[in-house]
Nanobody
């Protein structure tokens, strides 16, 4: 079992940047695929980005591709989501999750462990 916790959310103006962090507790954190998802009020949880265990592969939703960058530092048991050129529609609670199934990186049901979320608000 691995615990993860997000941080770095807050209020930012449109066009601005934020960096979210996902910190793992267990030493096996480096073995997991880490995904970022977000959920806005009244909407389903949606996939944002994912990174495989050794950073060789990264994945992005079409809505954030070119603006967001996912990276990881396994020595620090941390995955980052760098968000730039942010838009009001990026406002949501952002969750990181740890899972084993890289082919299913978009599907939240294939992630085993979830953080509590961090809220991001982008003002227009």
């Amino acid at each position: 079992q691995v615990q993860v916790a997000e941080s770095g959310g807050g209020l930012v103006q449109a066009g601005g940047s934020l960096r979210l962090s996902c910190v793992g507790v267990e030493r096996t954190f480096s073995n997991y695929v880490i995904g970022w998802f977000r959920q806005a009020p009244g909407l389903d949880r949606e996939f944002v980005a994912a990174i495989n265990h050794n950073s060789v592969n990264t994945y992005y939703s079409d809505s954030v591709k070119g603006r967001f960058t996912v990276s990881r530092d396994n020595g620090k048991k941390t995955v980052y989501l760098e968000m730039t050129r942010m838009k009001p529609e990026d406002s949501a609670v952002y969750y990181c999750a740890a899972g084993w199934s890289e082919p299913n990186y978009k599907r939240p049901e294939f992630y085993n462990y979830w953080g509590q979320g961090t809220r991001v608000t982008v003002s227009s």
